[in-house]
């Protein structure tokens, strides 16, 4: 499974950008992808995941509300679109994928996953 993560950019304080990742390689069955994020000097972390076969998201606080996670199973692409954005949301993000269906309490812990793409940068200035 290969991943390739763009749309990141620089944004002002309460501008929105949609994040994209396509998925390559094996894409059928059970399949989880995430977003998770890391800023300079910080851990990284959970930021939203979907089931391919949908029906099941999760979000991390941080994100409930302002940001929303979908799929386009035939682009085999995941969406991250992002609203409200603030300074403190600046890192690079990076989307991550797991060859079965996660149940949600797991889906925030990266290392369920063991296929991930390379980062996109998001700056958001104020």
């Known amino acids: 499974v290969q991943l390739q993560a763009s749309g990141g950019g620089l944004v002002q304080a309460g501008g929105s950008l949609r994040l994209s990742c396509a998925a390559s390689g094996r894409t059928s069955g059970p399949y989880t992808v995430a977003w998770f994020r890391q800023a300079p000097g910080k851990e990284r972390e959970f930021v939203a995941a979907?089931?391919?076969?949908?029906?099941?998201?999760r979000y991390a606080d941080s994100a409930k509300g302002r940001f929303t996670i979908t799929r386009d199973n035939a682009k085999n692409t995941v969406y991250l679109q992002m609203n409200s954005l603030k300074p403190e949301d600046t890192a690079d993000y990076y989307c991550?994928?797991?060859?079965?269906?996660?149940?949600?309490?797991?889906?925030?812990?990266?290392?369920?996953?063991?296929?991930w793409g390379q980062g996109t940068q998001v700056t958001v200035s104020s």
């Open positions: 979907t089931r391919w076969s949908g029906g099941i998201t």
């Open positions: 991550a994928a797991a060859e079965l269906n996660l149940i949600t309490g797991s889906m925030g812990s990266s290392n369920r996953y063991p296929y």
